[in-house]
Every structure is written in C-alpha cells, then in structure tokens.
C-alpha cells in the first residue's frame, strides 16, 4: 500500500470549514484513499472513502485531485466535537487478497471557540 | 450495530508475564487486524488474518505472536512482557471482499508493562 504524508497539526475555528490534506504521490491505480478519525481514548473511526471522483456524505466531503497524488477532506462545519486525529491512508480495495494496512501519524485537527 | 470487542480496556503485567489480549467481532468478517499505538508513532500494524488459522506479519510482529481459532476472534500474545511493550492496543476487523472496505476498530486496551 502506498505512503501519505500528512500535516502533524492544524487549527480550525469552530463554525468554519476544516480542509485537512494529504498527499500519496505514489498512489497506484486501483488504490483508493480512506480516511478516519480518532477521538481521544476511542478507536478510529470510518469516514469517508473514494477513487478518483469526489465524493461526499453526512460527516465530510472528499476532494481528490485529477492525477490521484493528493486529496483533502473537508468538514463543512466544523465543530467542538471534531476535535481529533485524522488518517488518510490508501489502500487496493478488498478483493479477495489480504493486505496489510498502514495507518501513518495523521493530523491532530484542534476545533477553537 | 456492527461490533469489535476488545477483551479489557485496562491492564497492568509485570515484566516477563505471559499476555493475552482477546479481540471478538461480531459481523462475520475475514480479515482482522491488531495494531500498538504510542504517542508520536501513530498506529503500527503488528499481525493481520485473513482466515482462521492464517496470519500475517505486519511491520512491527517481534515480540507478539496471534491465534485465530475462530473467525470472530483474534487473539493477540506477548509471550514474556517487556516494559516496551506498554502500549494501547487496537484491534480492528474487515470484509474480506465487497463492502466499502472500511475498518471497524475495537475501544482499544491500554497495557501497561512494569
């Protein structure tokens, strides 16, 4: 599975959108990107997935980038309670052939008053 | 609602005791997944399955070894606890085909080694 890179930290005002990138310039092309949170003392959580085509559901929208190297996740309104670490990961999709996944560091969003 | 068990949340061993982390997934799926998480390393996969009684050495395996008996669970074993080896550990489980591939992870268990 290819490697992302992604910012250690960042800060979004509460209210205000939070766009949180990553970029896997080796990503290969039956490769999708995924992404999850984790919030303090819990296990990550699923949020959204996608190919090439952006996509978009109840918790966030997903901007990937024409060639496939980068993508950003977007919560729209962001809250007190989005408050966590998210990890962007890619992986081959399952199809029958196990994989190992590698979560790397992810971005420790912080949502401000 | 879809379910990964983790066995204990908290747990205290001394060093040189044998360890059994337990994992049990409720949703039928084939691939499971145990990982450590530290501060500053993120979460680090340690074994993976992909069936019962098949396993999988993912990147950081010395020290551990897993059992999968039973396709609901799997089960994580330090054999002589190390003081390094205290941690937070995830477990986490997948379909093997089909779905939208995601993870579902366990509440994690916190060990501490002394």
């Known amino acids: 599975d290819a490697k992302t890179t992604q910012p250690t930290s960042m800060d979004c005002a509460e209210g205000r959108a939070a766009n949180l990138p990553c970029n896997h310039s080796?990503?290969?092309?039956?490769?999708?990107v995924y992404w999850y949170r984790q919030i303090h003392s819990q296990g990550p959580q699923y949020i959204i997935h996608g190919l090439k085509n952006n996509e978009t559901n109840e918790m966030a929208s997903l901007i990937i980038t024409e060639d496939r190297k980068s993508s950003t996740l977007i919560l729209p309104h962001a809250t007190l309670r989005d408050t966590a670490v998210y990890y962007c990961i890619v992986r081959v999709k399952n199809t029958g052939t196990a994989s190992k996944l590698t979560f790397g560091t992810g971005t420790r969003l912080q949502v401000t008053l | 609602d879809v379910k990964v068990t983790q066995s204990s949340r908290y747990l205290v061993k001394r060093t040189g005791e044998k360890v059994f982390l337990e994992c049990v997934q409720d949703?039928?799926?084939?691939?499971m997944f145990w990982y450590r998480q530290d501060p500053g390393l993120g979460l680090r996969l340690i074994y993976f399955?992909?069936?019962?009684?098949?396993?999988e050495k993912g990147d950081i395996p010395e020290g551990y070894s897993v059992s999968r008996e039973k396709k609901e669970r799997f089960s994580l074993i330090l054999e002589s606890a190390s003081t390094n080896q205290t941690s937070m550990y995830l477990c986490a489980s997948s379909l093997w085909q089909g779905g939208t591939g995601e993870l579902f992870f366990g509440e994690g268990s916190r060990l501490t080694v002394l």
């Open positions: 399955s992909y069936d019962v009684k098949m396993k």
């Open positions: 949703m039928d799926h084939e691939n």
């Open positions: 080796t990503i290969s092309g039956n490769e999708y």
